[in-house]
Structures are given as structure tokens and as C-alpha cells.
């Protein structure tokens, strides 16, 4: 045999290996390559199975960026996936565990890090995320108990905050990371109260001072680290997860220093079953860099001797549904969107929706809703759904 065609017949042994072995992880979620089901991958390009076997999850978003793969049913075939536990079974490459080493060695939240990752995603366009959310533009789960809408499950979800911080009309309330105004519109205009929203989002200052110009609301281009002013009540919804676990206990004393003693905090956040450094690399990569999800256990150590847990709330569920309404505005606006966003741009998000979904419906991710008190707080606290 000459070397030609030993080097061809080496290459050849190596993709079916490959081949074979993606082939079996697959099986056991019961998902076929080219099969009939709607949750099957229909296979485009053969580098698929060598890039997969050596990427793990960060090749399997890629290659589906790329155009490499499909399949009709995205959201089911990554619940099938998730059920499975593959990535227990998948190779990390080393850009993989490089970036989860660099999660241990520096603080990838630091006051000007933090700056330039939030923007990467929430700068993006406020037609983008206009186009997807509620009217309120609420970037996070919805409140879907007696809602048939997204709009009236954002409504309940801001409503459910409001009657948990027990507010009242003349307080002062903090909302860190407020998006683009939705929860501090609606609590001043329901309930009566001043708030003052901080967010790192240049976009989402622009917008939400638009929208909250006729109320007593204050939009700051602020980093919640430089904080240092009294509220009656303080609320984050869906900010924690950008914090990262080596400033937990940071984001915690700010809490503390700036929570009044009889006031409340609610923090609203995507909660992991185990404590992580790292979120997925393909996420870390193209749509949230260096944001890491909390565990029970990372919210408990950082609140401990500073703030008392009043309630734990997991809805978990809603953001399932939540996702995958956002996933089909999504797709119907894209025609009005292609203009300024490309193909795989469509693909990037299409996959990012739909497997996000996946993740709350499978158990991986929860949705929580903490309320916490100061020790000094002596006032019985009633649970509130």
C-alpha cells in the first residue's frame, strides 16, 4: 500500500469512528441521523461527526450555525439530549477546559469585563428584542399561572414581584439591572413608587428613559458595585446570572449596605442544581460571555450573616414556555429583521431559544424567585403566589 493511500485509509478509520461513536451517544436520547422523527438530525456536511466528537457542545452550536445540521424540531431533539445527560459521556476539548480554568483563575465580572460583555448582548438592537418580548419588553420568565399571554404573563410575573416586596405608595425602590424599564414603569405606575433602574446596556438606558420619561423613575448607566444610597426595597430580575460566583458575596454587601433594615430584596435569577464556575462554552462563545448561573448553595454561602431568606419560589416551568413564545415572535419578525441581521445570525438564535428551552424543561436550569429580609426585620413575612 503506498502512502497516499495508507494516509487516505488511516483518515477514512478515523471518521468512522468518529461516525459511530456520535452515532451511539445519539441513540441513547433515541435520536436518529436522518430519521422521520421531528426531533431527528438530518446530517448536511460529514465534518459534523469529527467536529462534534472533538468540540463537544460548543462544535454541536457551531456546526448548526454553520448550516451542517437540522432538524424540525429543535427544542425537542435538545430536551431528548438533556434527558440523556450526553455531555457526560462527550470529550472536552481543550478550549473547553482552558475556559473553564480561566473561570478559577481570574474574575471574569470585573467592573470593566462586565461592561464590555453586557453590551455584547444587549446592545445587539432594541429592534432585535423589541420584536420578541412583551410589550413591557421584559427580558425574563413570564408568569404564566392564569395568563393565556405573554403580555398578561409578564404583567402577573411584575405584579407577583410587587405584592412580594410588600410596596407601598413614597418608597424608594432599586431595580439592578433593569432592562429597559418594564418592571420600574410598572411599579410606579401601580403601585405609586419612585425607581431608580442601573443597568450597563447604553441601549437600554436610551430606550427605557424614553419610556419612563412621564414617571417618577431614574435610569442610570451604572455598575451596581458603585451603589451607595438607601432604598425601602430592591428588586434584580434576571441581572444575577451575569454576576459571576467570585462576586457573589460582593453583590450581597452592596445589598446589605444599600437595603433599608425593615425593607425587602427579591431576587429573580435562573438557578443551577449544582455549583458551577462556568456556563455552557457554546453560550459563553456567542450569546452571554462570561455569565454563570448561581446554585442553592452560592446564593445561601454569599446571603449568609447578611440577609434572611424569606421565601424561595421556583417556577421553572414558565420559562419553557416563556422561551418558546419568544422563539415564534422571533421567527415572524424575521422578515422585518434579515435586513440587518445575517442567516447565521438567525440560526444563532434559533438555537439558543430553543435550547435554552430545553434546559428548564428537561430540569437542568430552574426559574427562582428569592425574597430576602435584613436580621433586623421583626415583621412576619407571608408568602405570596
Not at 212 to 234: A, T, W
Amino acid at each position: 500500500m503506498d502512502a497516499n493511500r495508507s494516509v487516505f485509509y488511516s483518515a477514512s478509520l478515523k471518521n468512522n469512528f468518529y461516525k459511530e461513536t456520535v452515532l451511539g451517544l445519539l441513540a441513547k436520547a433515541e435520536v436518529c441521523i436522518n430519521g422521520l422523527q421531528p426531533w431527528d438530525i438530518q446530517v448536511h456536511d460529514e465534518k459534523f461527526y469529527p467536529w462534534i466528537f472533538r468540540q463537544g457542545s460548543l462544535a454541536f452550536g457551531e456546526s448548526y450555525m454553520a448550516g451542517m445540521w437540522d432538524c424540525p424540531a429543535l427544542d425537542q431533539l435538545m430536551y431528548r439530549l438533556f434527558s440523556a445527560n450526553l455531555d457526560q459521556y462527550i470529550p472536552h476539548s481543550f478550549k473547553s477546559l482552558w475556559y473553564k480554568i480561566k473561570t478559577i483563575l481570574w474574575n471574569g465580572q470585573s467592573v470593566k469585563r462586565a461592561q464590555q460583555d453586557i453590551r455584547k448582548h444587549y446592545d445587539l438592537g432594541n429592534d432585535l428584542f423589541e420584536a420578541i418580548l412583551d410589550k413591557r419588553m421584559m427580558y425574563s420568565c413570564a408568569y404564566w399561572q392564569n395568563a393565556a399571554t405573554l403580555e398578561e404573563a409578564q404583567d402577573h410575573k411584575l405584579d407577583l414581584i410587587c405584592r412580594k416586596l410588600q410596596l407601598e405608595k413614597g418608597q424608594k425602590i432599586l431595580d439592578i439591572g433593569c432592562g429597559w424599564g418594564g418592571f420600574a414603569a410598572f411599579a410606579a405606575e401601580r403601585y405609586g413608587v419612585e425607581v431608580v433602574g442601573i443597568t450597563l446596556s447604553a441601549e437600554q438606558v436610551k430606550l427605557a428613559r424614553e419610556r419612563c420619561k412621564h414617571l417618577p423613575v431614574e435610569i442610570r448607566l451604572q455598575d451596581y458595585r458603585s451603589l451607595d444610597e438607601k432604598f425601602d426595597g430592591i428588586v434584580s430580575i434576571g441581572m444575577f446570572e451575569h454576576v459571576g460566583y467570585k462576586n457573589y458575596d460582593y453583590y450581597m454587601n452592596v445589598i446589605q449596605r444599600t437595603l433599608k433594615e425593615d425593607g425587602l430584596f427579591l431576587l429573580h435569577c435562573i438557578g443551577s442544581n449544582s455549583s458551577v464556575t462556568a456556563i455552557d462554552p457554546w453560550i459563553n462563545s456567542h450569546i452571554f460571555p462570561n455569565a454563570v448561573i448561581p446554585s442553592v448553595t452560592q446564593i445561601g454561602q454569599a446571603a449568609e450573616h447578611k440577609l434572611v431568606m424569606e421565601d424561595w419560589h421556583n417556577f421553572r416551568v414558565f420559562y419553557d414556555l416563556t422561551l418558546m413564545e419568544w422563539l415564534k415572535r422571533f421567527r415572524n419578525a424575521w422578515p422585518n429583521l434579515e435586513t440587518k441581521y445575517d442567516k447565521q445570525f438567525y440560526r444563532m438564535w434559533e438555537y439558543y431559544l430553543s435550547c435554552s428551552a430545553a434546559s428548564f424543561r428537561s430540569n437542568k436550569n430552574n426559574l427562582w424567585q428569592i425574597v430576602f429580609s435584613k436580621p433586623k426585620r421583626h415583621t412576619a413575612y407571608q408568602s405570596v403566589r
